[in-house]
């Protein structure tokens, strides 16, 4: 079973819609990191959070640490946020030298 | 304030040859990681440099090298390069908060850069 499980791996999704992605994990953390990659492209980090809820803009991210859990939603969606949504934990709870990512969810935004 | 930035964009090489990658990470950031992610794949840790020192690796060959400058900058060393080789090289530059290493980190991303070998 990987460390980290995110779904769905794919989502189309038309403009304005409501958007969650999920990530589950399998080991003990306190902190886990939301990305975003668009093709061919670097990554860039929205959020890193170790409980409840974070907002940015139109992007919600919500983690329950007991339930090993954690939502990327984003609100009245736009074509420009079709990318590759990523979570990474670091592998343990205690030494983040280096983060476990998720396999990624793409999600496309059609117009 | 510039945030991280790599260089090269993009690089060909041959196989059998050498290849030097660099990160400078954001302003006020200690510490590097270097990941590589192949195409269709999520990043795989490489290793981290903090105070010039690798601290952790990765399962990477020893052809897989690195360094860290005092002002924190940071090369990736590759030699001996293979086709499997060719992939987007990650630099994730990181401040720590609270304990050293501990899992409450600021983390950004560069852009990368894309190794291709023939």
């Known amino acids: 079973k990987n460390e980290v499980e995110q779904s769905p791996q794919n989502l189309t999704a038309q403009e304005g819609e409501f958007i969650t992605i999920n990530c589950s994990y399998s080991v003990g953390i306190s902190a886990l990191h939301w990305l975003q990659q668009h093709p061919g492209g670097g990554i860039v980090s929205l959020f890193m959070l170790s409980s409840g809820k974070k907002k940015h803009g139109r992007l919600i991210a919500t983690i329950n640490i007991q339930e090993k859990h954690s939502s990327l939603h984003i609100t009245a969606s736009h074509p420009r946020d079709s990318a590759v949504y990523i979570c990474?934990?670091?592998?343990?709870?205690?030494?983040?030298?280096?983060?476990?990512f998720g396999q990624g969810t793409r999600l496309t935004i059609n117009p | 304030d510039a945030g991280v930035t790599q260089s090269p964009t993009h690089l060909i090489k041959t196989r059998g040859q050498q290849v030097t990658l660099r990160c400078s990470p954001k302003?006020?950031?200690?510490?590097v990681s270097w990941y590589q992610q192949a195409l269709g794949q999520g990043p795989q840790f490489i290793f981290q440099?903090?105070?010039?020192?690798?601290?952790q690796r990765g399962n990477f060959p020893d052809r897989f090298s690195g360094h860290q400058f005092p002002n924190y900058s940071s090369e990736l060393n590759v030699n001996a390069l293979l086709l499997g080789d060719s992939a987007l090289y990650l630099c994730?530059?990181?401040?720590?908060?609270?304990?050293?290493?501990?899992?409450?980190?600021?983390?950004?991303f560069g852009p990368g850069t894309r190794l291709t070998v023939l």
């Open positions: 990474a934990v670091p592998p343990n709870a205690q030494g983040a030298q280096k983060l476990v």
């Open positions: 440099y903090y105070e010039e020192e690798e601290r």
């Open positions: 994730a530059s990181i401040l720590y908060f609270g304990d050293p290493f501990s899992s409450y980190n600021e983390q950004f």
């Open positions: 302003s006020g950031h200690d510490t």
